[in-house]
């Protein structure tokens, strides 16, 4: 974000009304981090009142508490259990429906989202890399998913810097954080009284000039520049390597699957919360009358038994086969679809595993203890 210093902004606290109520005059509705039953979520922002000021987020191998920030620092929490990816990806809707005319003909009809402007401020560098592995996925050539793309196009993103990175972060050692790079519409740093303001396209340019900040000074720059590069040496997960794609392939039947399947629940947890997995079922839900039907998508995970289901058998019956499928997937087999891991380094699903499994752990074991 700060590859053009001069064209940076300094927009103290007390504008920050200010770019809410701009982006609400635009017809966005504002969506931020807000605490909700002792996490932060992304909710409807009245105003920078609902934001969740003073507090960090602490988190450890199944462990998230929110904790006081002796700095009061509006975005100095890491993360919360949610990404963009609800905002784009739903996780269930409806894409068509059938009805029965009054001839006893059946008539289809594609459902299409509403999908209103929403303008998302708080968004973090490792959800910003996750959205454009979403994009890959559900904009690819000749395969667009008219329901993500309806809702993404409306999204205008305000990504923000980390400066606190919880135990569980290691975007430094996947390349995606903690500073924003690309992908936001604008993107803030924030400082003791205010934040480096900078856009990353046309209409976050065109918002910045309407709030007429002064242009940042090169100390505050470089003060931003410094607190990313302190949040990137503070995280101490990583993980192995950015392709391990041949490791892990290599180590298919490594006994240290069987470890972690004792310990795994197969609960889905990482998976509803990891912000790169697409996997959905679908579903029909006709009506008692049988005079029509909704045909639905919802979220679904690997670790389920149903997800292996395929013509009378399963091909993964056993939760060592669904972790592996899940790790592998993630870490290998996405570079072949993707050309690159399917981990951002958000470290989600580290702290909501409730057994508190760890994918840098269960890699490292895999990897470095080498070929058993
Ligand atoms: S790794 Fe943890 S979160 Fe994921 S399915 Fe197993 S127990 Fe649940
Ligand atoms: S695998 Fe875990 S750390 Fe990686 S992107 Fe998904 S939730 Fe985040």
């Not at 053009?4 to 969506?31: E, H, I, N």
Request: with cysteine; hydrophobic share 40%; proline share 6%.
């Amino acid at each position: 974000m700060f590859s053009q210093p001069d064209r940076a902004g300094f927009m103290p606290f007390a504008q920050l009304p200010s770019l809410v109520s701009r982006l609400s005059a635009l017809g966005y509705r504002c969506l931020g981090p807000t605490r909700e039953n002792g996490a932060i979520v992304m909710r409807e922002l009245e105003s920078p009142a609902d934001l969740p000021r003073g507090l960090q987020a602490e988190q450890a191998p199944g462990h998230y508490r929110l904790t006081s920030d002796p700095h009061n620092r509006y975005f100095a929490w890491s993360n919360g259990p949610q990404a963009i990816k609800p905002l784009s990806f739903a996780p269930q809707e409806s894409l068509w429906r059938v009805e029965r005319d009054e001839a006893g003909s059946l008539r289809f009809a594609a459902v299409l989202p509403a999908a209103d402007k929403q303008a998302i401020i708080g968004v973090r560098a490792c959800d910003l890399a996750a959205l454009a592995l979403q994009d890959a996925h559900f904009l690819r050539a000749g395969r667009r998913d008219p329901h993500y793309a309806r809702r993404r196009e409306q999204l205008f993103l305000v990504a923000v810097q980390c400066a606190e990175p919880a135990s569980t972060c290691f975007c430094a050692s996947t390349g995606d954080g903690p500073t924003p790079t690309a992908g936001y519409d604008l993107a803030l740093a924030e400082l003791a009284d205010g934040f480096v303001a900078v856009a990353g396209s046309d209409k976050g340019d065109a918002v910045l000039k309407t709030l007429s900040l002064a242009p940042a000074t090169s100390r505050q720059i470089e003060a931003a520049r410094q607190q990313g590069a302190a949040a990137a040496a503070a995280q101490t997960r990583r993980l192995p390597g950015r392709n391990l794609r041949d490791a892990l392939m290599s180590r298919l039947e490594h006994p240290r699957w069987d470890e972690v399947a004792a310990r795994c629940l197969a609960c889905g947890n990482c998976t509803a919360v990891c912000p790169t997995c697409f996997c959905h079922a679908e579903i029909d839900e006709p009506a008692l009358n049988g005079q029509a039907s909704r045909h639905e998508r919802i979220w679904d995970s690997c670790f389920g038994e149903s997800h292996g289901h395929l013509h009378g058998f399963n091909v993964r019956p056993d939760i060592r086969s669904r972790y592996r499928q899940w790790l592998t997937h993630k870490l290998a087999t996405w570079h072949d679809q993707f050309g690159r891991s399917g981990c951002v380094g958000c470290g989600r699903c580290i702290a909501w595993c409730p057994v508190g499994i760890d994918l840098t752990e269960e890699t490292a074991a895999l990897i470095e203890g080498g070929q058993p």
